[in-house]
């Protein structure tokens, strides 16, 4: 195992179907599409961007590695992103290893060693400290030893990775009816993998213009406090629900990405994150977890053109379905239980503001889009940044 490929080796991601939902799209008064990356080899987008990192890694050691050890992949990782290494990595005929978090689930840990990883270890209260861990101890290890090249495959910060989760961008060019552009672009932010990615692809298709939504839950909402703050910050602790998106600072590029006029991030609850799996569920049979869900959220309720001006029932959405493998039937019924009266508090909460002014509706849409910019929220106009209310 692991004699090197060719540079012409199958890539380990394949193209995903561009879906129009109909039920997402009378909620929302325009046309939403779902680019279905859950059905990715390893469940998500990290199929693209882990992939991708591990093809140039390959395709270098065929080049310098004249001794021809073996590799050896190791990643970091809360569960998909080393999901994806090793799927990635099998697929290709090497070896890969895990370093997870002490808080990802057991269920997880059992679906990375079934597709086929030479090692799970779990080390550290968070990403953060699971993959320092990687990096100092485990990596240094191998290198002392000697007998193989163990490569370390970060989850997220890698331009590599940003090159191949771009890839996504012309799929949906070609995809999307007539070859137009969408009106706007709704992803998740954890670390900023998918983030940058999604940028990089819409740069070079020339649609830097087109705006993007950056959705976080509270609790993992490094971005948005990055942003807030005008400089990158480090979260002390991920208390959200959605733990893949639990990194605790988001990588450099993404925040510098994040303070462009078109792209406006977004924080919801918990609560409403979950009503996004379950709203997904009943009425597009797809399973996400939490961190999927919250993209769908917005969606819902006509909520989307408070934050995108313009939309009408002829405009275009893309919400990526990042996906994510850390999730059941049986959660997604727990979840539905234990957020639901939460859920309808927020619910009656907002439909108590309509009829108010647009600022008051807007109390749950967090941070203009550039920090440095305060005016900058959605339409461009000199308005009040307003904080999100953990009562409402």
């Not at 599409?33 to 591990?54: M, V």
């Not at 709704?186 to 020339?206: C, E, N, P, R, Y």
């Amino acid at each position: 195992m692991g004699s090197y490929p060719a540079a012409t080796a199958r890539k380990p991601w394949i193209e995903t179907p561009l879906v129009e939902s109909t039920a997402l799209s009378l909620s929302a008064n325009c046309r939403i599409f779902l680019k279905l990356e859950l059905l990715q080899p390893a469940g998500s987008f990290k199929s693209r961007g882990i992939g991708n990192l591990i093809l140039e890694h390959i395709k270098h050691a065929a080049a310098e590695n004249s001794a021809h050890k073996p590799l050896h992949f190791y990643s970091s990782s809360g569960g998909n992103a080393g999901l994806a290494c090793v799927a990635a990595a099998r697929s290709l005929g090497y070896k890969a290893s895990v370093v997870v978090p002490m808080s990802t689930k057991l269920s997880m840990i059992a679906k990375i060693k079934a597709a086929g990883a030479t090692d799970v270890i779990q080390h550290g209260e968070s990403w953060y400290y699971a993959d320092s861990y990687l990096r100092n101890h485990i990596l240094e290890d191998v290198q002392t030893n000697g007998e193989e090249i163990g490569i370390y495959i970060p989850p997220f910060d890698d331009p590599r990775i940003w090159q191949g989760v771009s890839t996504m961008i012309p799929e949906i060019q070609s995809q999307l009816p007539d070859g137009e552009p969408p009106n706007a672009i709704i992803l998740s932010v954890g670390g900023g993998g998918l983030f940058s990615g999604v940028i990089l692809g819409l740069d070079k298709a020339g649609w830097s213009h087109i705006p993007v939504l950056a959705m976080e839950t509270h609790g993992a909402d490094s971005l948005n406090q990055s942003l807030n703050a005008g400089e990158l910050i480090t979260l002390p602790a991920i208390t959200s629900l959605a733990k893949s998106l639990g990194a605790i600072r988001v990588a450099d590029q993404a925040f510098e990405y994040a303070r462009r006029r078109s792209v406006t991030s977004v924080v919801l609850e918990d609560a409403e994150a979950v009503m996004g799996v379950c709203r997904l569920a009943d009425d597009e049979r797809l399973l996400v977890e939490p961190a999927c869900g919250v993209c769908v959220a917005i969606c819902y309720e006509d909520r989307l053109r408070e934050v995108v001006k313009d939309l009408g029932p002829e405009s275009r959405v893309v919400v990526v379905v990042c996906g994510g493998s850390d999730v059941t039937v049986e959660m997604v019924g727990k979840w539905r239980e234990e957020f639901g009266e939460r859920f309808r508090e927020i619910r009656e909460h907002r439909k108590g503001l309509e009829g108010k002014g647009e600022g008051d509706r807007k109390r749950d849409i967090v941070v203009p889009s550039d920090a440095t910019l305060w005016g900058n929220l959605v339409n461009g106009k000199n308005e009040e940044v307003w904080e999100v209310d953990e009562g409402c």
